[in-house]
């Protein structure tokens, strides 16, 4: 059974926008925070962004420094949480995640192990 189902990645030129899609299970999107996550090939999984149920707790890793937005809806009865990515830069290119978690209470950016259920990624190039 697929849980999170991530989709929307892409190539880009500096400056580009992406909006990164997860389809979430709808039992996990009731009850559990969603986090996006992202890694390049040799480096650790880095936090990216993080939502809850009731849309608070809400974090976001400091690299973005604004440029990034995690949404949570409904689209057609699919439960979704969104990643929108303005202003991308060269090093914004990786494998993004995402996660789901009970991951309210740490009221942080929660890190990879403290997250069971996970997506299979959908890439992002971009080019300077």
């Known amino acids: 059974q697929v849980f999170l189902f991530e989709s929307g990645g892409g190539s880009v030129q500096r400056g580009g926008s992406l909006k990164l899609t997860c389809r979430v299970d709808k039992e996990l999107y009731d009850g559990f925070c969603v986090a996006w996550f992202r890694e390049v090939a040799g480096q650790e999984r880095q936090g990216v962004a993080h939502i809850c149920p009731d849309g608070h707790s809400i974090y976001y890793g400091d690299f973005v420094e604004g440029r990034f937005t995690i949404a949570r809806s409904r689209d057609q009865g699919a439960n979704i949480v969104s990643l929108r990515m303005d202003n991308l830069k060269p090093e914004d290119g990786a494998m993004y995640y995402c996660?789901?978690?009970?991951?309210?209470?740490?009221?942080?950016?929660?890190?990879?192990?403290?997250?069971?259920?996970w997506g299979l990624g959908t890439p992002v190039t971009v080019s300077s």
């Open positions: 996660a789901a978690g009970r991951t309210r209470l740490l009221s942080r950016l929660p890190r990879p192990h403290e997250l069971p259920y």
